[in-house]
C-alpha cells in the first residue's frame, strides 16, 4: 500500500515563527503536493514538485515555500507564520504521468497564534 | 475539467450497498471520471476511477453510464466506517510529466445508519 506521511498531526506556532511541515512517501512517487484545506474554500494547491529540486507554484503560493532535497521528502516551509495560515495541511504523491491518482497523508492540523 | 453534481447527503443502513451517484453531463472524451472520499479529520482517499468501462477494486465498482454523462460509486457492503464525504470528479489523465492540483466540490455525505 501506498504510504504518505506527515511529521505532525497537530502544531501549534506563534506569528512570526519559522515553521516546518515534513511529507514522506514510500512508493517512488515522482510527483508530490501540499494543500491546504478549508472550510468552505475546499482543498487549495499551494506548491507541488515533479521531480527532485522542481517545483511549480500552485493557486496560493504566497506565505510559503517547499524544499525537495530527496524524492521520498517534500517540505512545507511557512517562513513567517501569521494567523491566516492556521489551517489543514495536506501532503499527496502520485506517479509521474499527468493526473494520476493522489495518495494523501493524514493531514497536518497547524495553529497560528 | 468538467463538473460534477452530486446529492448533498445520503443515508445507508449498515451492511446495505451503498450507491451514490455523480452526474457529469458535460463531460468530454479524453475526461476520466475519479472519486474520493474524506473521513472526518483525516486526509482525502483515492477510491477508484474510470474511463468508460465498469470498474471494479477491494472498495468500491464504479458503473459508468454508456453515454458517460452519470455515474454510480457502489460501496457493495456499508459499514459505519464508511460514513464519510464522497468526492466525484473528471480529469484529463496524460502520459507525460505535470499535473494539475485535485478540486474537489461539495461532495455527497454519505451517513451509515447502524
Known amino acids: 500500500d501506498v504510504k504518505v506521511t506527515q511529521s505532525s498531526r497537530y502544531l501549534v506556532k506563534r506569528t512570526g515563527e519559522k515553521v516546518f511541515l515534513e511529507c514522506v512517501q514510500d512508493?517512488?512517487?515522482?510527483?508530490m503536493f501540499w494543500y491546504r484545506q478549508d472550510p468552505g474554500l475546499g482543498l487549495r494547491l499551494i506548491y507541488f514538485?515533479?521531480?527532485?529540486?522542481?517545483?511549480e507554484k500552485g493557486d496560493i503560493p504566497e506565505g510559503y515555500s517547499v524544499s525537495r532535497e530527496k524524492k521520498e521528502r517534500f517540505s512545507l516551509i511557512l517562513e513567517s507564520a501569521s494567523t491566516n495560515q492556521t489551517s489543514m495541511y495536506l501532503c499527496?504523491?502520485?506517479?509521474?504521468?499527468?493526473?494520476?491518482?493522489?495518495?494523501f497523508g493524514p493531514g497536518t492540523r497547524l495553529t497560528v497564534l | 475539467d468538467a463538473k460534477t453534481t452530486q446529492p448533498t447527503s445520503m443515508d445507508c443502513a449498515e451492511g446495505r450497498a451503498a450507491n451514490l451517484p455523480c452526474n457529469h453531463s458535460t463531460i468530454s472524451g479524453n475526461e476520466y471520471v475519479y472519486w474520493y472520499r474524506q473521513i472526518h479529520s483525516q486526509g482525502p482517499q483515492y477510491i477508484i476511477h474510470g474511463l468508460k468501462n465498469n470498474e471494479t477494486n477491494e472498495m468500491a465498482s464504479l458503473i459508468i453510464t454508456e453515454d458517460r454523462k452519470s455515474s454510480t460509486l457502489i460501496l457493495p457492503h456499508a459499514t459505519l466506517r464508511d460514513t464519510a464525504v464522497y468526492y466525484c470528479?473528471?480529469?484529463?489523465?496524460?502520459?507525460?510529466?505535470?499535473?494539475?492540483?485535485?478540486?474537489f466540490g461539495k461532495g455527497t455525505h454519505l451517513i451509515i445508519q447502524p
Open positions: 514538485s515533479y521531480d527532485v529540486k522542481m517545483k
Open positions: 512508493m517512488d512517487h515522482e510527483n
Open positions: 499527496a504523491s502520485s506517479y509521474l504521468a499527468g493526473n494520476n491518482e493522489q495518495f
Open positions: 470528479i473528471v480529469r484529463v489523465v496524460w502520459s507525460g510529466g505535470g499535473a494539475d492540483g485535485l478540486t
